[in-house]
T-cell receptor
């Protein structure tokens, strides 16, 4: 059974800092891994989708890496801004070659001015 | 282009009552998914429709939950009778192609409270 763990659970930083959010998963036989953002009272917004053949994906100030062998993914946020404040969720497919995503509990990020 | 919409945004009902949640996917998206987040826990998959057919309903908790997608457009998720442990936020998502190949677009969720 796939288990996804996100560390830290919460993070509060001043504006401008570079951040690293961690995601670990127990079953490395995954097709892809996805990072989402959730704002309070809103749905999830897909940030980055990394296929298993890729090592990383970049979108603006966001960079996500994937290391299947170690069962880890990292979301790097450069030059954080108050607008980055949200909960960040990592999702990896369930075990057994399934495509069904297993979510972590998320990292709640606050970037203060 | 309109995103995924869900109705209602909030629902408060008493144990034993029935509640029906609705999801309207993005137009043209054949794939529709339901998820649930119980307070303090992670988001969990409930089921997946491809058009009007249930592709995978392995995440449905029990037979008190019934999902339909008549005509392959909007979907409903009925809980009957509701129990206290059904409280949580129910998310719907849609995509053009299936899992693993395409981004899922999520709705804002329906917050269900069972008293």
């Amino acid at each position: 059974k796939q288990e996804v763990t996100q560390i830290p659970a919460a993070l509060s930083v001043p504006e401008g800092e570079n951040l690293v959010l961690n995601c670990s998963f127990t079953d490395s036989a995954i097709y892809n891994l996805q990072w989402f953002r959730q704002d309070p009272g809103k749905g999830l917004t897909s940030l980055l989708l990394i296929q298993s053949s890729q090592r990383e994906q970049t979108s603006g100030r966001l960079n996500a890496s994937l290391d299947k062998s170690s069962g880890r993914s990292t979301l790097y946020i450069a030059a954080s801004q108050p607008g980055d404040s949200a909960t960040y969720l990592c999702a990896a497919p369930a075990s057994g070659g399934s495509y069904i995503p297993t979510f972590g509990r998320g990292t709640s990020l606050i970037v203060h001015p | 282009e309109a995103g995924v919409t869900q109705f209602p945004s909030h629902s408060v009902i008493e144990k034993g009552q029935t509640v029906t949640l609705r999801c309207d996917p993005i137009s043209g998206h054949d794939n529709l998914y339901w998820y649930r987040r119980v307070m303090g826990k992670e988001i969990k998959f409930l089921l997946h429709f491809v058009k009007e057919s249930k592709q995978d309903e392995s995440g449905m908790p029990n037979n008190r939950f019934l999902a339909e997608r008549t005509g392959g457009t909007y979907s409903t998720l009925k809980v009957q009778p509701a129990e206290l442990e059904d409280s949580g936020v129910y998310f719907c998502a849609s995509s053009q192609t299936g899992f693993g190949t395409d981004t899922q677009y999520f709705g804002p969720g329906t917050r269900l409270t069972v008293l």
